[in-house]
């Protein structure tokens, strides 16, 4: 089962503008992580919020979480071209590691 | 040079056959997974693995069968008895952060 939702589906922006992108989640997690997949590529973890952190930096990225609300945001300050790509969210929360993917948003950034 | 590798990139099977997809890790990692990925979805756990010799049944498992003899192979095989065999098909594996490494993925066609 899917337990993470993003939103937008999809979002387009100009260069040098900001992406920013929502998961909700529906049970309690252990870490929220972001993943970017390029096109017919593999997925590349990105960051990784802990459910006792509230938000975290990672260069051009910020990430909130608020368990309170089952949510966290996806920030990409001054975005590039390059960053086209979709963006997941997943949680994980058992001693296995397994990780629950929501369905992702599809972000374009035009030159 | 350390990482996770998929073969072959593409496959394309006549229905009814049997088909294995390889993964291999150099990562010294214990977990491994095999997730699927239609057009727009998001990624679904097929199978996983925590340790060599055992493994454990995702969320869509019927169809599939998967073996751990090595820590660093975890070979997928789709059987004929999986009724929509086309997808991505990406494995990653996790040394027990959470954070999962993905490989490049192989997409499967069956005709």
């Known amino acids: 089962s899917q337990q993470g939702e993003e939103d937008p589906q999809a979002l387009s922006i100009q260069e040098g503008e900001n992406a920013t992108m929502n998961c909700s989640y529906k049970t309690s997690i252990n870490n929220l992580q972001w993943y970017r997949q390029n096109s017919g590529r593999g997925l590349v973890h990105l960051i990784l919020i802990r459910s006792n952190e509230r938000e975290k930096h990672s260069g051009r990225l910020r990430v909130t979480l608020d368990t309170s609300k089952k949510s966290s945001s996806l920030l990409i300050t001054a975005s590039r071209a390059a960053d086209t790509a979709s963006y997941f969210c997943?949680?994980?929360?058992?001693?296995?590691?397994?990780?629950?993917f929501g369905k992702g948003t599809l972000l374009t950034v035009n030159p | 040079d350390g990482g996770i590798t998929q073969s072959p990139k593409y496959l394309f099977r006549k229905e009814g056959q049997n088909v294995t997809l390889s993964c291999e890790q150099n990562l010294n990692h214990d977990a491994m997974y095999w997730y699927r990925q239609d057009p727009g979805q998001g990624l679904r756990l097929i199978y996983y693995s925590q340790i060599v010799n055992d493994f454990q049944k995702g969320d869509i498992a019927e169809g599939y069968s998967v073996s751990r003899e090595k820590k660093e192979s975890f070979p997928l095989t789709v059987t004929s008895a999986q009724k929509n065999p086309t997808a991505f098909y990406l494995c990653?594996?996790?040394?027990?952060?959470?954070?999962?490494?993905f490989g490049p993925g192989t997409r499967l066609t069956v005709t």
């Open positions: 990653a594996c996790t040394g027990g952060n959470y954070e999962q490494y």
């Open positions: 997943a949680t994980g929360g058992g001693s296995n590691y397994k990780l629950t």
